[in-house]
């Protein structure tokens, strides 16, 4: 059975910073695209990052230059970096995978074929 298990996640003052971490099990995801999704409250959910096979990364505007996302296969696991962190980052952070991809990096949630529960992370002014 597939598991994706983020952690890291928790509560920070603005210009703090945090690294959330992503376990996979179940199957090797050395091949996969994977993404750090994020969703706050009332509001739908958003891409974050994306990382290759290869370890090319995309961002959303919002978090470039300041989040870095990283995987590493040996460990089948991905990581997300967060510095400079604002209260608007707020929210609960999912990890995922897109098993049909290894190089083409999709921003949109519902090509992404596994997910994990999600880590809160939550940002004080």
């Known amino acids: 059975q597939v598991h994706l298990v983020e952690s890291g996640g928790g509560l920070v003052q603005a210009g703090g910073s945090l690294r959330l971490s992503c376990a996979a099990s179940g199957r090797t995801f050395s091949t996969d695209v994977m993404g750090w999704f994020r969703q706050a409250p009332g509001k739908e959910r958003e891409f974050v990052a994306a990382?290759?096979?290869?370890?090319?990364?995309y961002y959303f505007d919002s978090v470039k230059g300041r989040f870095t996302i990283s995987r590493d296969n040996a460990k089948n696991t991905v990581y997300l970096h967060m510095n400079s962190l604002k209260p608007e980052d707020t929210a609960v952070y999912y990890c995922a995978a897109d098993r049909w991809a290894s190089t083409y990096m999709s921003t949109r949630a519902d090509e992404y074929d596994y997910w994990g529960q999600g880590t809160q992370v939550t940002v004080s002014s």
């Open positions: 990382i290759s096979w290869s370890a090319g990364t």
